[in-house]
T-cell receptor
Framework: DGGITQSPKYLFRKEGQNVTLSCEQN?????MYWYRQDPGQGLRLIYY???????QKGDIAEGYSVSREKKESFPLTVTSAQKNPTAFYLC??????????????FGEGSRLTVL | GNSVTQMEGPVTLSEEAFLTINCTYT??????LFWYVQYPGEGLQLLLK?????DKGSNKGFEATYRKETTSFHLEKGSVQVSDSAVYFC???????????FGSGTRLQVQP
């Protein structure tokens, strides 16, 4: 089945460690996104990428990094510079501009807890 | 800038009650508007959308009408079920931008 796969579903990290969250899609979508979800704050955009080897900062990019070496993959690294990394992270994708209905397709999320 | 404001939750209703979740937005131009739903432990799923003023989006008994004059996109359902218990997010997409701007979400709890 086509979809977006995020891993791991749960992740624990010690302070000062970097951690990478995986996001893979087999929908042949060209745009991919990372959002952070905190209780009572909704979703906030971290980074997005519209094509391979290109990405843009969202509203809360500080302390995060991404890469887009393949169309199917958009990993997110939470670095030790991120002051409050404990959150639920959601990856999403959307089709190319000509087929774009505006809908984002979401993965099931990764919950990161910093101990 | 662009922003979406939703009513705070949780909203607690009895089964078969009428549901309204308010959503208002601030945006330049004429954005597209969306409602997404998130069931416990899952990602978000598109519930409905509207792309221009006076459009009505509908799905699974839910409806929302794009009101440009009041910059609103309120979600309604005539008779809620226990299975509708979830968090509902209102979102907008500005013309020429791919990413969505989300509201803070409203948790709905439906009791039997």
């Amino acid at each position: 089945d086509g979809g977006i796969t995020q891993s791991p579903k749960y992740l624990f990290r010690k302070e000062g460690q970097n951690v990478t969250l995986s996001c893979e899609q087999n929908l042949n979508h060209d745009a991919m996104y990372w959002y952070r979800q905190d209780p009572g704050q909704g979703l906030r955009l971290i980074y997005y990428s519209q094509i391979v080897n290109d990405f843009q900062k969202g509203d809360i990019a500080e302390g995060y990094s991404v890469s887009r070496e393949k169309k199917e993959s958009f990993p997110l690294t939470v670095t030790s510079a991120q002051k409050n990394p404990t959150a639920f992270y959601l990856c999403a994708s959307s089709p190319m501009a000509g087929s774009d209905t505006g809908e984002l397709f979401f993965g099931e999320g990764s919950r990161l807890t910093v101990l | 800038g662009n922003s979406v404001t939703q009513m705070e939750g949780p909203v607690t209703l009895s089964e078969e009650a009428f549901l309204t979740i308010n959503c208002t937005y601030t945006a330049t131009g004429y954005p597209s508007l969306f409602w997404y739903v998130q069931y416990p432990g899952e990602g978000l799923q598109l519930l409905l959308k509207a792309t221009k003023a006076d459009d009505k989006g509908s799905n699974k008994g839910f409806e929302a009408t794009y009101r440009k004059e009041t910059t609103s996109f309120h979600l309604e359902k005539g008779s809620v079920q226990v299975s509708d218990s979830a968090v509902y997010f209102c979102a907008l997409r500005r013309r020429g931008r791919r990413a969505l701007t989300f509201g803070s979400g409203t948790r709905l709890q439906v009791q039997p």
